[in-house]
Antibody, heavy 124, light 107 residues
Framework: EVQLVESGGGLVQPGGSLRLSCAAS????????MDWVRQAPGKGLEWVGR??????????EYAASVKGRFTISRDDSKNSLFLQLNSLKTEDTAVYYC???????????????WGQGTTVTVSS | DIQMTQSPSTLSASVGDRVTITCRAS??????LAWYQQKPGKAPKLLIY???SLESGVPSRFSGSGSGTEFTLTINSLQPDDFATYYC?????????FGGGTKVEIK
């Protein structure tokens, strides 16, 4: 079964840091682009950023709202994706989802597999 | 950045109705558009990719159309399981962006 499972969410004070993880199974993780998407309470979906794959040198792209504060990385040997959140603000409070993107079979493909999400709350 | 605008933001409909949701892009995204369904407390589910291609396992009552800047999601014969929030999203370039969502409610 194709699956993504996020972990690492929690309560953190403004200015603090947190590291989220996403464990993948059931597919060839190393082939795929991987994304992070978040959803603030009662709000819509916001793309956070992407990691490409080895073919594209694991380049990363970020939304302007998180660029310079968040860092995406991955460990293909452990089928894992990570999101390092630094300098957190109250407006970063959200459910964070990891999602599977395109692969060499079709790079122009949207996010077709999503995890269940992990909740990050930034509050003093 | 490409802005995605969905309308309406809320839609009231009955079981059996035909429902249409519109998504407009602030510039051409060719056909690089996806539609997702989200239910409360759940992750989004991919319905449509490349504007009009039905994702595997998605019922055929869902269909998408459009290209360039104007897109629609149509649900033929709305079923009880279809009451949810729907989002469009472009993947033409970075940053990827979502529409604001359309909540389909029971009339």
């Amino acid at each position: 079964e194709v699956q993504l499972v996020e972990s690492g969410g929690g309560l953190v004070q403004p200015g603090g840091s947190l590291r989220l993880s996403c464990a993948a199974s059931g597919f060839t993780f190393s082939d795929h682009y991987m994304d992070w998407v978040r959803q603030a309470p009662g709000k819509g979906l916001e793309w956070v950023g992407r990691s490409t794959n080895r073919v594209y040198s694991y380049t990363t792209e970020y939304a302007a709202s998180v660029k310079g504060r968040f860092t995406i990385s991955r460990d293909d040997s452990k089928n894992s994706l990570f999101l390092q959140l630094n300098s957190l603000k109250t407006e970063d409070t959200a459910v964070y989802y990891c999602a599977r993107g395109g692969s060499p079979a079709n790079y122009y493909y949207p996010m077709d597999v999503w995890g269940q999400g992990t909740t990050v709350t930034v509050s003093s | 950045d490409i802005q995605m605008t969905q309308s309406p933001s809320t839609l009231s409909a009955s079981v059996g109705d035909r429902v249409t949701i519109t998504c407009r892009a602030s510039q051409s995204i060719h056909s690089w558009l996806a539609w997702y369904q989200q239910k409360p407390g759940k992750a989004p589910k991919l319905l449509i990719y490349k504007a009009s291609s039905l994702e595997s396992g998605v019922p055929s009552r869902f269909s998408g159309s459009g290209s360039g800047t104007e897109f629609t999601l149509t649900i033929n014969s709305l079923q009880p399981d279809d009451f949810a929030t729907y989002y469009c999203q472009h993947y033409n370039n970075y940053p990827l962006t979502f529409g604001g969502g359309t909540k389909v409610e029971i009339k």
